[in-house]
């Protein structure tokens, strides 16, 4: 029995050497990679406009710019300027 429970003591004494040299030699100290974090690092951290005729929130990158007069509007889409123009007339 006491051997038993010497045998488990030193399998996991080496599996957690193991972990412990893995983790420093294969991460280059970065932390190990989770997936789909690299998506959420590409939508964080970007701004987020307002389309002035539908009231929906756009991405900068997404949004259609249109200068009128000496302001910037960002509009959702090609049909939201349009309505929009029409409703200024």
């Known amino acids: 029995m006491f051997n038993l429970l010497r045998l488990i003591?030193?399998?996991?004494i080496l599996y957690f050497l193991y972990q412990g040299v893995r983790r420093f030699f294969l991460s280059d100290g970065k932390k190990m990679p989770i997936p789909g974090e690299d998506r959420a690092k590409q939508v964080r951290g970007e701004d987020l406009?307002?389309?002035?005729?539908?009231?929906?929130?756009?991405?900068?990158?997404?949004?259609?710019?249109?200068?009128?007069g000496d302001r910037t509007l960002y509009f959702c889409s090609e049909a939201c300027y349009r309505a929009y123009q029409e409703s200024t007339k």
């Open 49 to 68: 406009v307002e389309d002035p005729q539908c009231h929906m929130y756009v991405p900068v990158s997404r949004a259609i710019e249109k200068r009128i």
């Open 9 to 12: 003591v030193i399998i996991l």
